[in-house]
């Protein structure tokens, strides 16, 4: 059996390990990332990558951007989102930037299967060691290091490192192991995902699609534009209410697409690519612990995802960034406990928790049809009602105001 040692081994080569390896290796830390995959490889997602990939990505190389910009056979440029009501009436909401005037698109829509290559491709090897295709089957916690077993090759072998980044997704075992997250139907989603080809009637500028309608409450379905005319469509319902309805996703998300005005001649004759597929969503709506003795979670491994837009990439590069700016002071300090490595959960949250919380507030919206059809009616009619609304993306003291009962007294009254 072959043992390793490191300062420092990552869990997960998707967007919030490979962040975290690639600001690591700018402080010149040599580490070990581990991935179960070799890419590129499939990741089942909305493919959705919000303005704030687009700003780590800036303080990694500004070329990136630019790239992903110029790069119109895998990368397309998104510059707002359209809410559709449950009953029907369609909001469209641009990002609050100026075409003109914005240097790149606030927002782009890819594959994850192409993202996840183009950022994988960044990890710098001369400090990262890239061990792909080796599933980890244990992490064990030791008083002077962290044990990670793993098989490479049908061969067991052995690392042990002074801290290790769990990036591993909503199955993280290091989440499990060291931090003890349990799932909680509660925050929790279940989603589907499949691809079409041939959807008519895309957004002149490349909107995402969320509707909010019947035939799906009180979940969501989506519908994002990518390259070469084909969508990435989808359905997303925590996991509480698929258990205590016995909902079937497939056939809701299918009699939709069949059934629903606003979608069946879109989709009358659009071609299905590949299978529908599933995979969970470990919502952000409550606060968990992302740090403890020897470890940090990053990403969908820590519960970062939106509760209410579903968005996790940008969180996870986010945290990425966060759990490597910490790992190295823990390294200078030579302190890896619990107390030394809290500072990631500030930093973390500081971030992230008010956005998290006002959406968690937002998601609830969703079982309250009757307001988010006044919303919407009040929105299309009022211009700015929808200024209002556009801003919130961006601005949480304005997304606060959906919280407060006056913001719905002054759209009733037109205040």
């Not at 968990?288 to 003795?293: P, T, V």
């Not at 940008?314 to 490595?341: C, H, P, Q, Y």
């Amino acid at each position: 059996m072959q043992n390793l040692d490191t300062p420092v081994v990552i869990l997960g080569a998707g967007p919030g390990g490979a962040t975290a390896s690639i600001f690591l290796a700018k402080a010149g830390i040599a580490h070990i990332i581990i991935d179960k995959a070799t890419f590129p490889r499939d990741k089942i997602c909305g493919d959705a990558l919000s303005g704030k990939v687009g700003a780590i990505l800036n303080r990694i190389d500004p070329k990136l951007v630019h790239q992903l910009d110029e790069d119109n056979d895998n990368f397309l440029n998104c510059w707002g989102v359209q809410f559709v009501a449950p009953n029907g009436e369609a909001l469209d909401i641009p990002f609050d930037k100026d075409p003109e005037v914005q240097d790149y698109p606030p927002g782009f829509i890819s594959k994850r299967v192409n993202f996840d290559h183009f950022l994988f491709k960044q990890i710098d090897e001369n400090h990262a060691t890239k061990l792909m295709g080796c599933e980890v089957k244990d992490v064990i916690a030791h008083d002077d290091k962290v044990e990670i077993i793993y098989k490479q090759g049908g061969e067991e072998k052995i690392i042990f490192t002074n801290l290790v980044i769990g990036a591993e997704g909503d199955r993280s075992i290091v989440a499990k192991k060291l931090a003890g997250h349990k799932m909680d139907p509660k925050y929790y989603a279940a989603g589907l995902r499949v691809y079409y080809e041939n959807v008519t009637d895309m957004h002149a500028q490349n909107f995402i699609e969320l509707h909010f309608i019947k035939e799906v409450l009180p979940g969501y379905l989506w519908v994002f534009p990518l390259p070469d005319n084909q969508a990435n469509v989808g359905i997303g319902i925590l996991s509480e209410k698929v258990k205590s309805h016995k909902l079937n996703l497939k056939k809701m998300m299918l009699n939709a697409l069949e059934n629903n005005p606003n979608l069946r001649e879109r989709f009358k004759n659009a071609k299905m690519l590949g299978d529908i597929k599933g995979w969970g969503l470990p919502l952000g709506s409550v606060k968990r612990k992302l740090s403890g003795d020897r470890y940090m979670l990053v990403g969908d491994a820590g519960s970062l995802i939106d509760p209410f837009t579903g968005e996790g990439i940008g969180n996870a590069m986010i945290s990425g960034r966060f759990a490597a700016e910490t790992a190295v002071k823990a390294l200078t300090k030579k302190d890896f406990s619990a107390s030394g490595l809290e500072e990631y959960d500030a930093l973390v949250y500081d971030k992230l928790w008010e956005e998290l919380k006002l959406s968690y507030t937002m998601q609830k919206l969703i079982n309250r049809p009757w307001l988010f059809n006044f919303i919407a009616n009040r929105a299309v009619k009022n211009k700015a009602i929808r200024e209002v609304m556009s801003t919130m993306f961006d601005d949480l003291d304005m997304r606060a105001k959906l919280k407060s009962p006056m913001f719905y007294f002054k759209m009733l009254f037109n205040i």
